[in-house]
């Protein structure tokens, strides 16, 4: 499993993009390899932590067409974008289910 944290910061308000966030939630259960995303919000800073099946399927999303709606928005800025390798076996050991499928 592979790990992408993103974060950014959001000149709109939560409230203010509730509804396209839950279309590109919709939009996200088609991206290969994206097991889940957690939404992540505070203040000005919006984000996710998403894990992937593998590096090459982060790396897929990251260079796609649906990220960059985000990207290119101008309500948005500061992105950043780190991953992370999934400890499998010790996730598995405090309930993780996907460590647990992998």
Excluded: C
């Excluded at 590096?55 to 649906?66: K, M, T």
Aim: net charge negative; no cysteine.
């Amino acid at each position: 499993m592979h790990a992408v944290l993103i974060t950014f910061t959001s000149s709109a308000s939560l409230a203010d993009v509730a509804e396209p966030f839950e279309r590109y939630a919709y939009a996200l259960q088609a991206i290969p390899g994206l097991v889940m995303k957690t939404w992540i919000a505070d203040d000005t800073t919006l984000g996710g932590f998403h894990i992937f099946t593998d590096r090459a399927s982060a790396d897929a999303y990251l260079g796609g067409d649906l990220l960059a709606t985000v990207a290119n928005n101008p309500v948005f800025s500061n992105f950043v974008i780190r991953h992370f390798d999934v400890v499998d076996s010790l996730s598995a050991l405090n309930g993780s289910p996907i460590a647990q499928a992998a």
